[in-house]
Structures are given as C-alpha cells and as structure tokens.
C-alpha cells in the first residue's frame, strides 16, 4: 500500500514492511510541517499484508474515516487518515509481474507465431489549451492525471494538484474521478463531485487545462454528395434529319413550279 497526499503536502509514501515515523522530528521517514503535528506524531506498521496505524502522542490527533485512532488500529486501501490537518489517502499498490523472457527457437529466430498487432487505445485525450496544447495521450485501463511524475499524464503547472484526476475505462466511455484537487476536475464545464462519466467528444477540465476526449476508431463520416441530374444529351440524328426535310421542301417546291410551267396543275 502506499499513501496519497491529494494536496501535495508530501509525495506519495510506499509503506514496506516495517516502521514509518509520521511527525516534524529529523528522524520520521515522514515528515509534516505542518500546524498540529507532533514531533513523533504517530507510526505506520506494516507486516506482510497487514498495515496499523499507532498514535505516539496523546496530544497529537489522528484520525481514520473520520474517528480519532487512540490505540494501534488496521488500515485497508480506500481508508482516509487525517494527521492533524493534513489529509492523505490509502490506495493498494498495482504489483505487475515481469513479462516473461522470450526464448529463441532451436532452428532460428523464427517460431512460426503470428505477430500480434496492437490495437488502438479505444479513447484519446487530446489537449486543446495550456501547456498540452496539440498533445495526445492515450487512455488505457486507468491513468492519473497531475503535476506528480509519478503520474501517467504530467502537466507540470501550478494550477494543477500534483494527483488531480483518475481516468478509468468503462464499457460505456470514461469513468472521471476528482483526487481532492485544489483547483477542481470538470467535464464539459461540471465540476467533478465523486465519479462522472465521460463520452468521446465531451471535454475535460483541469483548472485552465483542456483536453478533448476522442476515439480513434470513430471514422468522419464525408458529407453526403448532392447529385446533379445530367443534362440530356442532343439526339444523335438530330441535325441530319433537319437538313432531309428542309430538301424535300425544296425539292417539293420546284416540282410543283415544273408541273404548273407545263400547265399540268
């Protein structure tokens, strides 16, 4: 497990196995500066899988979800711990065995598998103001966002908490969680109270900080074309069959004058 200052008052602590001293004294591994804290304020045990928290001094107040701790008591991932004023949040630590090492076949390099292309992260954000204007960043699983470099989103800004926002995929788009920064997480202009989800095209906010959530795989659709009737085309014959009649009317003409000179008609 390790704990989460959302504030920034410390960077996140790993707790290994054995003792961590939290106070204002040279020799706490984590040290507070900070009104209300003691000296030696209390100690965080931890012993394989199992983490107690132990006040140290009874002046000192220290608090999990919300009722003061007076004697050693276990702490679980999701608990909140108060040391005075300073707040913190414990969160379980993501363990990823290491891939496994790839032997060479015997006859070559080739094992006659077929290379797996990867797929495209199903969302994007793409920045849009500040300091990640024209960035993208691909939203696989789940990722925070903040100014940390333990972060997987980094925006090195003071406007931004150092753990300000967790995105999680879901099957129906982006599962958005504030991480009790100062300045506030939005989508598109609502501030983020708890968890809210977030489709492609909405807009996430981190103070002045905009991204756009977008997915990969929607393809533009191309305005649909206007189709224009032709223009019928002239009848091939058209001009001949003009010149036929004009000279049977001639012709016809000059019959008739023959026959009305020899007195005929």
């Known amino acids: ?6 504030n920034g008052e410390h960077e996140p602590m790993e707790l290994a196995d054995g003792e961590v001293l939290v106070g204002t004294a040279a020799e706490c591994q984590l040290m507070l500066a900070a009104p209300g804290i003691a000296a030696r304020h209390c100690a965080l045990r931890t012993r394989g899988e199992q983490t107690v928290v132990q006040p140290l001094d009874a002046q000192a107040v220290t608090v999990l979800n919300g009722k003061q701790v007076t004697a050693e008591t276990p702490i ?40 797996v292309r990867m797929a495209l992260p199903k969302f994007i954000l793409r920045g849009v103001s500040g300091p990640t204007f024209g ?44 991480l009790g920064s100062a300045n506030g997480t939005f989508v598109n202009d609502q ?6 989800l977030m489709k492609a ?37 058209t001009g001949a069959a003009l010149w036929i009649v004009a000279a049977l009317v001639v012709l016809g003409v000059i019959v008739l004058g023959l026959l009305r000179y ?3 008609i």
């Open 76 to 115: 679980k991932p999701g608990d909140l711990l108060l040391f005075a004023k300073v707040g913190c949040r414990v969160v379980a630590m993501e363990r990823t065995p290491p891939p496994p090492v790839r032997k060479p076949a015997a006859g070559g390099d080739d094992e006659g598998r077929t290379r």
């Open 191 to 196: 501030r983020v109270h708890g968890s809210v």
């Open 135 to 178: 960035k993208t960043y691909a939203v696989v699983g789940a990722i925070t966002v903040g100014r940390s470099s333990e972060c997987d989103v980094c925006i090195p800004t003071d406007e931004i908490s150092r753990h300000h926002a967790k995105l999680q995929v879901v099957p129906d788009g982006v599962m958005v969680e504030d």
């Open 201 to 237: 095209g909405d807009e996430l906010r981190l103070d002045t900080v905009r991204f756009m959530l977008v997915s990969p795989t929607m393809e533009a659709q191309p305005p649909a074309a206007t189709s224009k009737a032709p223009e019928p085309a002239p009848a091939a014959g």
């Open 1 to 6: 497990m390790k704990l989460l200052f959302p």
């Open 262 to 264: 020899l007195g005929k």
